[in-house]
């Protein structure tokens, strides 16, 4: 105490993923919502990476554990989590220099979970207009909340007509009644209503 010497940790550096990374990453990323789309789930998927490793990634999962909060990302945070304990490394470091590529714009829980965890970065392929997190609803992203992690960066729109798509092609499936499988208009997260 008394000091004017600042004892937090330097600030991090802010980074921003070169083009080349961002195709690179989110091929992989789509590879999973594919993943995702062959195993009856809402098609997102997303890719950790930290110093250019993937340490966690995930697809949606909600239907298969019967759990409406296993979206991608939270599958993928905590094996970023995971990642950190088995190598005993400070989570809050390794997060606040990771990376989320994802196909789809985080939704209100998840982007609150991304601030939380201090991620400083995420791609996203199209827009989620139900419950974006992102900007399309609510800016959790970039909001002014006290006490509730930091604000993270977006770079969205790569591959954002593919990812639409992907979602369309989900909605469109009819279940073994013929009757759609969800609801006949793009929405994302109906799941949570029917
Ligand atoms: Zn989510």
Redesign the pocket.
Known sequence: MGTEEDSKEAPVELFCPSEEEIERWMIRAFDMAKEALESGEVPVGCLMVYKDEVVGKGRNEVNETKNATR?A?MVALDQVLDWCCRRSLDARSVCERTALYVTVE??I??AAALRLLNIPVVVYGCRNERFGGCGSVLDVSSADLPQTGTTFKCISGHRAEEAVEMLKTFYKQENPNGEKKHCTSFCFFCFFFH
Do not use: A, D
């Open positions: 979206h990302e985080p939704c829980m998840c």
